[in-house]
């Protein structure tokens, strides 16, 4: 009885220690991070969400799911097409979702968690640049805005390197990307940034925005999703 007792215990010691093992490896992994808890929920709404033609729709990741787009925009039109964690390469995989609703405006805000995972600008460019081009070509009068990503004090996966140089250097590449295919380039970056970080009054954590930050982002916005 005592060595079954035993067996037991360490049985159940050993699956704790491999739970424990995934659990950490997925984390170092940036598995949340990557969209794997989040995307499906989300993209489950979407895909159920009833026929809506002719809206504004934002597309992005955790700045756009975050962004209460009708309150602070003030325009009835406006969907939120965001997803905490989502990289260019899932943004590719929901473009047909959205041009079936025939939108009349297309926001695009995408990068910061590539960079982060480490996924390097000319991999990120090259997905921007397919999504702008099924874009095109599903909806010939569409109107496609790309706004550079924001300010972050986020790390590069496995380094030490923060992400804001990448994301400057990935936003002067995305002014080019838009000139290249005549979609208009919205800089929020030099509107956020202090001393290379995100300015501290507009987040609680140097990566998110927080009320008095998302304001801001409505203002500088709204022109462009009002005209």
Known sequence: MEFKIKILLGLS???NLILIAIFAYKIYNNWFEKGVLKSAFRESI????????GKIYFVGDS???AFELNEFLQNKDVRNRGIWGDVSSNVIKRIDNIIKQRPKKIFLMIGQNDICSGISNKEIIAN????????????????????SVLPSSD?????KEKTTSRIKQLNAEYK????KYDVTYIDLFNNFIKDGE????????????????YLLFAKLLK????K
């Open 155 to 159: 790390p590069i996966l496995h380094s």
């Open 46 to 53: 979407f895909n159920a969400a009833p026929a809506d033609y």
């Open 13 to 15: 010691l050993f699956i």
């Open 176 to 179: 080019l990307l838009a000139s």
């Open 223 to 226: 022109p462009y999703v009002d």
């Open 128 to 147: 921007v640049e397919q999504f702008i081009k099924i874009s095109k070509a599903g909806l010939p009068d569409v109107k496609l805005y790309l706004e």
């Open 63 to 65: 700045d756009t799911e």
């Open 198 to 213: 995100l300015k501290k009054e507009y987040s609680f954590d140097g990566s998110h925005l927080n009320g008095s930050g």
